[in-house]
């Protein structure tokens, strides 16, 4: 069963405009997120992370939106630019797990984003 | 070194023999991390170490699969008896510890079994 969802396999923007990437999780004790970029052939790399004490971090033009109720963020690039186009990873860990769990890193299936010129 | 290494880069294997992938995290960093990434698909959870606690395994797709830390330094991921269904790119990660701060992926091994 799938912990962290992106439900959106991929996004196309317009450079200039607002990218909105989504992500939903089913465990109620994850209290810290973050979001990974991904381009082809290299590793992951941190872009921002939110705690579960924040509904808001904001990183330049990089916004990162919680929402405890109804276990969904949210990041928003503004304005989108073509170096950008990347896989972009929602991430959740577990401060207070239980069985070994605390701090995995558990990871969405990612959500292609490409911003065009 | 400065980031997380990972070797080989590329591993092409014939099915049914036995692969070893290593690891090396950021020095002093305690947790580290092993994901897989099929063709097309997202970042699949393997194991995580914590320091000196009991590794979450629960990851791991078969038994076949088997990782090793040594203290809070290089780690090996080994499968056993590789399957084509194996072939994917390995990613490490390490992170400073767990609490609230995030983790540094290494370039992976691309593993092809034929």
């Known amino acids: 069963d799938q912990q962290v969802k992106q439900n959106s396999p991929s996004l196309s923007v317009q450079e200039g405009r607002i990218s909105i990437l989504n992500c939903d999780y089913t465990n109620s004790m994850f209290d810290y997120f973050l979001w990974y970029k991904k381009y082809p052939a290299e590793g992951p790399t941190f872009l921002i992370s939110?705690?579960?004490?924040?509904d808001k971090n904001e990183d330049g033009r990089f916004t990162v939106f919680l929402n405890k109720s109804a276990k969904h963020l949210s990041l928003h690039i503004v304005p989108s630019q073509p170096g950008d186009s990347a896989v972009y990873f929602c991430a959740a860990s577990e401060e207070r797990g239980h069985g070994g769990s605390q701090g995995n890193l558990i990871f969405g299936k990612g959500t292609k984003l490409s911003v065009k010129p | 070194g400065a980031g997380v290494s990972q070797s080989p880069s590329n591993k092409v294997t014939e099915k049914g023999k036995d692969v070893e992938l290593r690891c090396d995290p950021i020095?002093?960093?305690?947790?580290l991390y092993w994901y897989r990434q099929r063709l097309g698909q997202g970042l699949e959870f393997l194991i995580y170490?914590?320091?000196?606690?009991?590794?979450?395994k629960s990851g791991l797709p078969s038994d076949r699969f088997s990782a090793e830390r040594t203290g809070e330094s290089v780690s090996t991921l080994t499968i056993q008896r590789t399957q084509q269904e194996d072939s994917a790119v390995y990613l490490c990660?390490?992170?400073?510890?767990?609490?609230?701060?995030?983790?540094?992926f290494g370039q992976g091994t691309r593993l092809t079994v034929v």
């Open positions: 939110i705690s579960s004490i924040k």
């Open positions: 020095s002093g960093h305690t947790a």
């Open positions: 990660a390490s992170s400073l510890d767990w609490v609230g701060t995030e983790a540094f």
């Open positions: 170490f914590q320091g000196n606690s009991a590794p979450d």
